[in-house]
């Protein structure tokens, strides 16, 4: 029984279906160079995702699919796979996973034949209530083929009764709850959608006759496209014979971005709310320089995640800016490694102390978050194995306490530090001499303080708040059964 139960546990382990993925997606229509275009846009967008990537394209009559694990780059570059997609319209994904199953079925865009017609689905962001979805979907008779929450979208598009694909889309959008953008590929169109509290990202932009939607303006950019505007907060927007058209199916709402796409997520170079996320960073680190309390010799970045917020820092307390740590670009971002394991490994791997401009020197040292301590532990030794006397560590957001569910990969709240820990707690781990975090009004004002009308724009801020904009319900749940079923499912498959 005992065996019975690890193996369980061990299947669990593969077939999670909490799959935490902060993707990006791309989708441009009516060009002779789709998939091309395609594949620049999610070579700009690879940040969002490097475990994997596809390209679905549509000719008018046919539907073409390619997806790769690894990198656009090394995936997308030959002529002849890009010829292999045909068409004038094409959908296109970048994949970030750091649970669940990593094979080629996982990999998006996915493509369903629906009694209206082929659809192709690309996602960023998780849902809330998947777990609950895919239960009675499969209660229904509906076999899954993936472990993604995005298969649940498809399905509930092809199971609707309403007879136009964009009644479905609308059908299966009612549906499903957290946060959410997508890019869709109908036989007549191209559909973008953004989740009623907008808080995943899905800006529009325009190329000659094309429109394109992706996730970040800097894919509008790699491609020499104009930037329209964002996708609205749980609007739909239809690209139909080269018109756009806007469904706005819910209620209207405050717009609820989340707050983390400013702090870490986002390219610097995109455009968020009017300003680029590094103008924002730099203003998170003038923020956290107004509630500092100590002088230094230097300030440091953690390369490249903090490089924004501690120009800001340093600029504002005037205390010179100093490069003391090197990073080595040919490795991804540590948390794509899955294991805390390879992790640790991972920050090593990546940085390394630049002595001469930290010998004897005391140093701020300024990050844009910090998560399970990993990298400011690694840095605040290799900082004082290297010769600094002092080491003092500025994080450029508020203590993250509590999980996220909406796609971005934010660990449970056991692995979390500042949920489990008090600062001075969290120093003595991280061995530096002093820690200090921006507040949530610092916060609100680098992003946020609308001098026009003197308010505060609401953001997705649960991470250091625990105001969930939408309930996590299969959290709160009878999730187990569920996921028991589900992994009867994938095991049997
Ligand atoms: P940790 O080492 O666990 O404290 O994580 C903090 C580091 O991870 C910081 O340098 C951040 O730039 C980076 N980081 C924060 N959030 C994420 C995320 N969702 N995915 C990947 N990296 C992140």
Redesign the pocket.
């Known amino acids: 029984m005992k065996k019975h139960i690890k193996n369980l546990k061990k299947k669990l382990k593969i077939f999670d279906p909490k799959l935490k993925e902060?993707c990006g997606i791309f989708g441009i229509s009516n060009t002779k160079d789709a998939s091309a275009l395609t594949a620049l846009g999610l070579h700009a967008l690879q940040h969002r995702g490097q475990e994997g990537c596809g390209i679905v394209t549509f000719d008018g009559k046919q539907y073409f699919s390619e997806k790769r694990f690894g990198l656009v780059g090394d995936n997308f570059n030959k002529e002849k796979v890009l010829k292999k997609l045909k068409g004038d319209y094409a959908i296109g994904h970048n994949r970030y996973s750091t649970t669940g199953e990593n094979t080629l079925r996982n990999i998006q865009p996915f493509f369903a034949d629906t009694n209206a017609g082929g659809i192709g689905v690309a996602h960023n962001g998780n849902l809330t209530n998947s777990i609950s979805l895919r239960k009675k979907l499969v209660d229904e008779g509906a076999i899954f083929y993936t472990t993604s929450d995005t298969e649940t979208i498809v399905q509930l598009i092809a199971k609707s009764k309403r007879a136009k694909t964009i009644d479905k889309i609308v059908d299966a959008i009612f549906q499903i709850q957290g946060g959410y953008a997508l890019v869709m590929l109908t036989q007549t169109s191209l559909v973008g959608v953004r989740d009623p509290f907008g808080i995943r990202p899905l800006v529009i932009g325009k190329l000659k006759n094309s429109y394109v939607l992706a996730s970040e303006t800097c894919a509008l950019d790699i491609i020499g496209a104009k930037f329209i505007r964002e996708v609205e907060n749980g609007e739909i927007v239809l690209i139909e014979n080269n018109e756009l058209k806007s469904i706005k199916p819910f209620p209207p709402r405050k717009v609820r971005p989340c707050v983390?796409e400013y702090?870490?997520?986002a390219r610097p170079d995109s455009m968020l709310d009017g300003k680029t996320a590094y103008e924002h960073r730099k203003n998170l680190g003038s923020e956290l320089a107004k509630e500092n309390d100590i002088d230094a010799d230097i300030v440091v970045p953690?390369p490249d995640?903090?490089n924004a917020a501690a120009l800001g820092f340093a600029q504002s307390l005037k205390v010179k800016f100093e490069l003391g740590l090197v990073r080595n670009h040919y490795v991804g971002?540590?948390?794509?490694e899955p294991s805390q394991k390879i992790?640790s490994l991972g920050?090593k791997l990546k940085l390394n102390a630049n002595q001469s401009t930290i010998q004897d020197k005391k140093i701020i040292l300024v990050?844009?978050?910090?998560?399970?301590?990993?990298?400011?532990?690694?840095i605040v030794k290799m900082l004082y194995d290297a010769g600094a006397k002092e080491v003092h560590v500025r994080i450029a957001c508020p203590e993250i306490r509590f999980p996220?569910f909406y796609g971005?990969?934010?660990?449970t709240k056991k692995e979390l530090?500042a949920a489990n820990k008090s600062n001075s707690e969290i120093c003595d781990y991280i061995g530096a001499k002093s820690l200090k975090f921006l507040s949530v009004n610092g916060m609100y004002r680098a992003i946020g303080f609308d001098k026009r009308n003197e308010t505060y724009p609401e953001l997705t801020d649960h991470y250091f708040t625990g105001d969930y904009p939408v309930k996590p319900i299969d959290e709160l749940g009878d999730s187990k059964i569920t996921q028991l079923s589900l992994l009867n499912t994938a095991s049997n498959n």
């Open positions: 902060e983390f702090i870490y997520f953690v995640s903090g971002r540590t948390f794509i992790r920050v990050d844009d978050s910090l998560v399970r301590g990993t990298t400011s532990h690694k996220d971005v990969d934010t660990p530090l």
